[in-house]
């Protein structure tokens, strides 16, 4: 078991880049993280029909205005034809979706510290993701204190631990449980991940003691300092270069 003395991470981490400037998870979000100073982002990796590893919430691109193009059918050389960035802002049309490969390359770039976040595709198996996510990334070689891979699926978590027992881990839930499963106190995680919305303090109060506690998606400074009075170690922010979030982790 960690203390609350080690976090892993910092207090704002940027949620999926800095999508309040850019489009999430695209090389656009990253450099823009980088300009305003974040030093931690998350984003969401997951597994295409030909296996490729992409940078994507979804397992579809409904988000991108294409309700009926599934990932499980697209392979890199129509991913590669996709506008990531058009949805969000003309300025962005044409920025493309980005690959595993690219987000690593990006992170050295920048220097960023990275939660990389496994959304498991639905359509596809769980151990090939898994397995292909370690094999993309551990070569790589990024500095392990600059890494946290987490993910709602927990099943996945087990299959990353018993593959790459140094790897960092971060649990994710929605709302925290009462008390953590033996079976996720064994994966020996270095954060515990939820929903901001969910959590009340004596929630708080039962992990905090345990395990540094990082909380999605908070946007507001009122939320921010409350949730820091709980003991919560940080937060995934839509807006983590935002100066008035600076200053209230400056001023707990
Ligand atoms: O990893 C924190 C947060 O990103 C989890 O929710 O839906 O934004 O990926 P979601
Ligand atoms: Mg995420």
Redesign the pocket.
């Known amino acids: 078991t960690t203390t609350n003395a080690t976090k892993p991470m910092s207090a704002l981490i940027g ?2 880049g800095l999508p309040s400037q850019a489009p999430e998870n695209t090389a656009a979000s990253l450099k823009a993280a980088f300009e305003q100073g974040i030093d931690w982002i ?1 984003v ?1 990796v997951t597994m295409a029909g030909d296996g490729s590893l992409v940078i994507l ?1 979804d397992a579809d691109l409904r988000r991108f205005g294409q309700p009926d193009r599934t990932l499980v059918s697209l392979d890199r050389a129509a991913l590669l034809q996709v506008d990531a960035g058009g949805w969000f802002h003309a300025e962005f049309a044409g920025e493309p979706i980005l690959f595993m490969t690219q987000l690593l390359t990006l992170v050295r770039r920048y220097r960023l510290g990275l ?1 990389l ?1 496994l ?1 498991i595709n639905p359509d596809l198996a769980m151990p090939e993701q898994v397995d292909a996510v370690i094999e993309a990334l551990r070569p790589a070689a990024l500095d392990p204190s600059k890494l946290v891979v ?1 993910s ?1 699926d927990h099943r996945a978590l087990t299959r990353l631990r018993q593959r790459w027992p140094e790897v960092a881990i971060g649990i ?1 839930f929605g709302a925290l449980p009462v008390d953590l499963p033996a079976v996720l106190i064994a994966l020996k995680p270095v954060s515990i ?1 939820c ?1 901001q919305a969910l959590l009340t303090a004596p929630l708080a109060a039962k992990i905090v003691p345990l395990y540094p506690l ?1 909380c ?2 908070v946007n507001d400074s009122v939320t921010l300092a409350t949730l820091l009075s709980w003991g919560v170690s940080g937060v ?1 922010s839509d807006r983590a270069g935002a100066e008035e979030l600076r200053q209230v982790v400056l001023d707990r």
């Open positions: 949620h999926r998350e969401d919430h939660n976040e959304k987490s709602f994710l991940h929903d990082y999605y998606t995934f």
